[in-house]
């Protein structure tokens, strides 16, 4: 017994979470915060990529001719939805998480309650996760109020919504866990969120890119999202769709185990 | 109503009824707690005594704790025991491991080796049990910036599965014994340091612990809100409350706590009450003398000097039990000045760990 290391946890930092109801008092906190700016960020998340989709669909999309027979706005709506979503995503989880855990300190005073840190790790995941549920269905609105698309194999989309929103939520949240201050996001979104955005197939086909790069693109985690909406936005049934969301949940899975062992590695030290 | 129990007398009575309370209370289960109801039956029950402390054991046992951080012994074989309704100090300077054995007696850091038993519960295995029926007040404040002040209490008592509305029933005596009911919906920055302060205390208490934990409960304070701190935490201590707190202001360890343990290196190198500590270890009386020329007046007197001496900067420091015969020799002239006072824990502190600078 003595010579055993005994962790707090009961498991090691490299042990499966293990979250428990905990997990609510801490999304009611973020909830609580959100709703005094709700308005704000409501206005944001319709605004901003409605007037994206309009400015790149209309303007830049009556210069190109249509996308295998699609007109580029359509084309471009299913981009801007997994665009919205993962920005949502990565901006909750890396900015706004790490003030929380790091500039406030509002995570070690959960720590000094019966809350695990397991719980809080979920709570903030399944936070930034609903926060790119929301930016995700604003453009889906824009899509069917300005009659994109209104097909109704949109009412698909919700559900990928929610596993691109957990994937990308625990992705930004292992970033958080590496992190020594602010400026270290500039790598991840430089070298990691933008070339995938480019690479995913959000402004253009993915056919597009070099052969080499085509492969190496499409195990980027952003790709199958936009090959599971795509085809929805379209009022088509995605092929492979079982793969794609098998990749996006393998995914996540593996981004919520690192989030939460590295944040045990930094905090439970 | 706090005003009025600030005197000795009332504080007593006060703190038998909330025993009485608590233990009368214990079926009824989360529901109740005591030192609210207390306060309004303060008058009714004013002749109730005492009864035993609820739990069997001791409120904390800590038995040969280690911790290592790579290769490095930061916690080495510290043992210590706090009983229920005690104050007990842990005394050391920086980087003594203090608060690394916080962190452990909390569950919040696997340790390398021993025992910790915390309110009848092992620790870490079921430190989330016991940090259930614990208060931390932590080094740094953590307030939460983005709320009101009612908020921060609001939300943290959620954090201990407490229900809305009997977070809400909590929250007046909370802001009372704060001194912050004109402030509850002030939002953080507007408070002073020692209304963060003592707001940090409101919300340790908002699961009416058994414990509170406290990391150097003052420092950064201005000499006011260091007394309303203290004053507050005998009122918790009159409740009944067992508090364990670090400090490296040996005027708070002596003012609040019913025993010390000195710390230095992780290890515990004096335990016990402040008065009985130093009359162990330091003699009584110490006669600091300072001035141009106290070291040539040091010069002529060493050899005859009752006690000890230590030179320290430009002052002498001389312990003694004859403190006649130090003075005598300060009236042979020259630019001396010179402080006579009772030994006191600072003095037992640097006789133990020295006078070298930690960095």
């Known amino acids: 017994m003595s010579e055993q290391v005994m962790r707090p946890s009961g498991a ?67 981009g801007s939805i997994c665009m919205g979503a993962l920005y949502a995503a990565t901006f909750e989880a890396t900015y706004s998480a790490f003030s929380r855990l790091h500039i406030q300190r509002s995570w070690d005073a959960m720590l000094n309650t019966p809350l695990s840190l397991d719980d809080v790790v979920f709570a903030e995941i399944l936070w930034a996760a609903a926060k790119s549920m929301k930016s995700g269905l604003a453009i889906l609105l824009v899509v069917a109020a300005l009659d994109i698309s209104r097909a109704v194999t949109l009412l698909w989309i919700p559900l990928v919504l929610a596993l691109i929103g957990v994937a990308f939520a625990a992705l930004a949240l292992v970033m958080s866990a590496l992190a020594k201050g602010f400026d270290f996001f500039m790598y991840y979104f430089t070298l990691g969120v933008t070339p995938m955005v480019f690479l995913s197939g959000v402004f253009f086909p993915v056919s597009q890119l070099p052969d080499a790069l085509v492969q190496a693109a499409r195990l980027l985690p952003l790709a199958p999202a936009i090959e599971l909406v795509r085809p929805l936005v379209l009022g088509r049934v995605p092929d492979h769709p079982w793969a794609h969301v098998l990749q996006l949940a393998a995914t996540a899975a593996a981004a919520v185990w690192l989030a939460s062992a590295l944040m045990r590695r930094r905090l439970l030290r | 109503m706090l005003r009025s129990l600030r005197s000795g007398q009332s504080l007593f009575s006060f703190a038998s009824i909330r025993k009485t309370l608590r233990v009368s209370s214990r079926g009824g289960g989360r529901g109740a707690p005591g030192y609210y109801s207390a306060m309004t039956t303060n008058a009714l029950h004013a002749g109730a005594k005492p009864v035993a402390f609820p739990g069997s054991g001791p409120a904390l046992r800590v038995e040969r704790l280690d911790k290592r951080y790579g290769g490095r012994a930061i916690v080495d074989g510290l043992s210590f025991q706090i009983a229920r309704g005690e104050c007990y100090g842990l005394l050391g300077p920086n980087g003594a491991g203090k608060t690394t054995t916080l962190r452990s007696v909390l569950g919040l850091t696997p340790i390398d ?35 009101t002040v009612e908020e921060n209490l609001l939300v943290f008592g959620r954090y201990f599965g407490l229900a809305d509305a009997e977070i809400r029933r909590r929250i007046p005596g909370l802001l009372e014994f704060a001194s912050l009911e004109s402030k509850r919906t002030a939002r953080i920055n507007e408070l002073s340091g020692g209304m963060k302060r003592r707001l940090t205390l409101a919300r340790a208490l908002v699961n009416d612990p058994d414990l509170i934990v406290m990391d150097e409960p003052t420092t950064g304070l201005d000499p006011q ?47 016990g009450a402040p008065q009985e500590l130093i009359a162990r270890h330091v003699e009584p009386e110490v006669v600091e003398v300072f001035g141009d020329d106290a070291f040539a007046w040091l010069e002529r007197h060493r050899a005859a000097m009752p006690g000890r001496v230590e030179v320290s900067g430009e002052t002498v420091y001389c312990y003694t039990a004859e403190p006649e015969r130090v003075l005598s020799y300060l009236r042979d002239g020259g630019r001396l000045r010179y402080l006579h006072r009772p030994a006191n824990l600072e003095d037992l502190f640097l006789r133990i760990a020295g006078r070298d600078l930690r960095e």
């Open chain 2, 113 to 147: 080796g021993g025992v910790i038993r915390l309110l009848d519960h092992d620790v870490p295995a079921q430190a989330r049990q016991a940090r259930a029926r614990i208060g931390v007040v932590p080094q740094m404040d953590n307030l939460d910036p983005d709320f």
């Open chain 1, 12 to 78: 090691g930092i490299w042990g499966l979470p293990r979250p428990g109801r905990g997990c609510i008092p801490v999304l009611r906190r973020n909830f609580l915060v959100w709703r005094k700016t709700a308005l704000t960020t409501i206005l944001g998340d319709v605004m901003d990529p409605m007037v994206a989709l309009l400015a790149l669909g209309y303007g830049l999309g009556s210069l190109l001719p249509g996308i295998d027979g699609v007109p580029y706005v359509t084309f471009l709506a299913a």
């Open chain 2, 225 to 271: 809100a260091r007394h309303l701190i203290w004053e507050r935490l005998k009122t918790l201590l009159g409740r009944g409350k067992t508090i364990l707190l670090t400090t490296h202001f040996m005027d708070e360890a002596e003012r609040l706590c019913d025993r010390l343990g000195l710390v230095d290196h992780g290890r515990m190198i004096a335990e």
